[in-house]
């Protein structure tokens, strides 16, 4: 068992990783987009730091409560900034149980190409551009962390998928 959290920039096709890491995991997926479409906020639009925080609270509930079920747990949200990543691994460390960080990069031109798609299909709500911009140069790079890094283009192989799994059962063995 082991708790791991997606990192990465919007559209860069975390939410799809999580989906099929989960799959190969055999873990619950807790999202924090699904939580706050649960509070009737739409992070695409911003979302006020208290409610964010409402959110993270939910999240790290159920996180909690999942993990001490003996569960794999993915927690697919941004990653970003650096104290909550923090904050994750200080809830698997509680719990005593390993804790996992999968980077999804994408680079600017791709994100701008899935966006005008999704905008285009219509199939998911927006994320304005400004909410982009500032999620884009407040980033906090989880590079010196040793991720398992994933190519935004990967996102839906389950063989890469199938990868990081072994990788964090690994984890879970040591």
Same mark, same amino acid.
């Given at each position: &068992?082991? !708790?791991? !959290? &997606?990192?990465?920039?919007? +559209?860069?096709?975390?939410?799809?990783?999580?989906? @099929?890491?989960?799959?190969?995991?055999?873990?619950? %997926? %807790?999202?924090? =987009?699904? /939580?706050?479409?649960?509070?009737?906020? =739409?992070?695409?639009?911003? /979302?006020? !730091? #208290? $409610?964010?925080?409402?959110? #993270?609270?939910?999240?790290? $509930?159920? %996180?909690?409560?999942?993990?001490?079920?003996?569960?794999?747990?993915?927690?697919? =949200?941004?990653?970003?900034?650096? +104290?909550?990543?923090?904050?994750?691994?200080?809830?698997?460390?509680?719990?005593?149980?390993?804790?996992?960080?999968?980077?999804?990069?994408?680079?600017?031109? @791709?994100?701008? #190409?899935?966006?005008?798609?999704?905008?285009?299909?219509?199939?998911?709500?927006?994320?304005?551009?400004?909410?982009?911009?500032?999620?884009?140069?407040?980033?906090?790079?989880?590079?010196? $962390?040793?991720?398992?890094?994933?190519?935004?283009?990967?996102?839906?192989?389950?063989?890469?998928?199938?990868? %990081?799994?072994?990788?964090?059962?690994?984890?879970?063995?040591?």
């Amino acid at each position: &068992m082991a !708790l791991t !959290l &997606m990192c990465g920039l919007s +559209f860069a096709g975390k939410s799809t990783f999580a989906t @099929l890491l989960a799959r190969e995991l055999g873990a619950q %997926v %807790v999202s924090l =987009d699904a /939580i706050n479409a649960e509070r009737g906020l =739409d992070g695409g639009q911003g /979302i006020p !730091l #208290d $409610e964010w925080a409402t959110s #993270d609270r939910v999240a790290h $509930e159920r %996180v909690d409560a999942l993990l001490r079920q003996g569960k794999h747990v993915v927690i697919d =949200d941004t990653g970003s900034p650096r +104290f909550i990543r923090d904050q994750w691994r200080s809830a698997a460390n509680t719990v005593g149980v390993p804790f996992a960080l999968v980077w999804v990069r994408i680079d600017r031109r @791709l994100q701008q #190409d899935r966006v005008a798609r999704t905008r285009a299909r219509n199939d998911r709500p927006d994320v304005t551009d400004a909410v982009l911009a500032e999620h884009a140069a407040s980033f906090d790079s989880p590079e010196r $962390e040793e991720p398992f890094v994933v190519d935004a283009f990967d996102t839906r192989d389950p063989a890469r998928a199938a990868a %990081v799994a072994s990788a964090i059962r690994q984890l879970a063995v040591a």
